[in-house]
């Protein structure tokens, strides 16, 4: 069966300081990835997807990158955080291709900065 | 209980009773939706989805039905149990996203299930 794993859980960092948040999948090949902001009481806003190593779609202008070095490896980072990108950082991950299938989550990392 | 997507994002009942999730969603062209279910502090969990081609999907203890006419969605929990606590919101695909599965999601509904 497929996992998604997050880390880390939970983060505080200093405004200026750089940020690596790291995703990975286990038990398929190929995945799309995502990752997304949740702020509290709103709905999920998609950041980044990724149907292939090195592809990266951006959907937001932002502070943020995202890359992916593996197949199933989704890596989100900062250069320099700002207080506005504090938030809940979810990644996602569905199976390639057309035809419409469920994305599946993580469980997030809580992201504060001071 | 029911609860009307955005207007109500609560809803209470109790342990035992049905519970009715609704969702109204904005592309008539969706033809996939996905109601989730969030937990405190975790990732949404996938519940049930639907191809617009149904009206009705049934799962264990939930049912979703969609009503395409009215672009309407809603999840039904049968005897809600205190473990069904939680934000449940549904998605509606981008018919146009090509390979990404491109998804919308909604704010979400809190329900919350009295002893």
């Known amino acids: 069966s497929q996992t998604i794993h997050q880390w880390p859980a939970t983060l505080v960092q200093p405004v200026g300081s750089p940020l690596s948040l790291e995703c990975t999948v286990e038990g398929t090949s190929n995945p799309n990835l995502y990752w997304y902001r949740q702020a509290a009481g709103r709905g999920l806003q998609l950041l980044f997807y990724?149907?292939?190593?090195?592809?990266i779609s951006s959907e937001v202008p932002q502070n943020l990158s995202a890359s992916r070095p593996q197949d199933r490896q989704f890596i989100l980072s900062s250069k320099k955080l700002l207080l506005s990108d504090s938030g809940f950082y979810l990644c996602?991950?569905?199976?390639f291709g057309t035809g419409n299938q469920p994305q599946h989550f993580g469980d997030g990392t809580r992201l504060s900065i001071l | 209980g029911e609860s009307v997507g955005l207007h109500l994002p609560t809803l209470s009942v109790q342990e035992g009773d049905n519970s009715i999730i609704n969702c109204a969603y904005s592309?008539?062209?969706?033809?996939?939706f996905i109601w989730y279910k969030q937990e405190s502090g975790k990732g949404p969990q996938f519940i049930i989805d639907?191809?617009?081609?149904?009206d009705k999907r049934q799962g264990q203890r939930v049912t979703v039905l969609l009503n395409k006419t009215v672009k309407h969605l809603s999840l039904q929990i049968a005897a809600t149990q205190p473990g069904d606590s939680a934000v449940y919101f549904c998605a509606e695909n981008n018919p146009f996203g090509g390979n990404n599965n491109d998804m919308r999601f909604g704010a979400g509904t809190r329900l919350t299930v009295k002893p």
């Open positions: 990724s149907v292939g190593i090195g592809q």
């Open positions: 639907i191809r617009s081609n149904m």
């Open positions: 592309n008539s062209a969706s033809d996939y």
């Open positions: 996602a991950w569905s199976s």
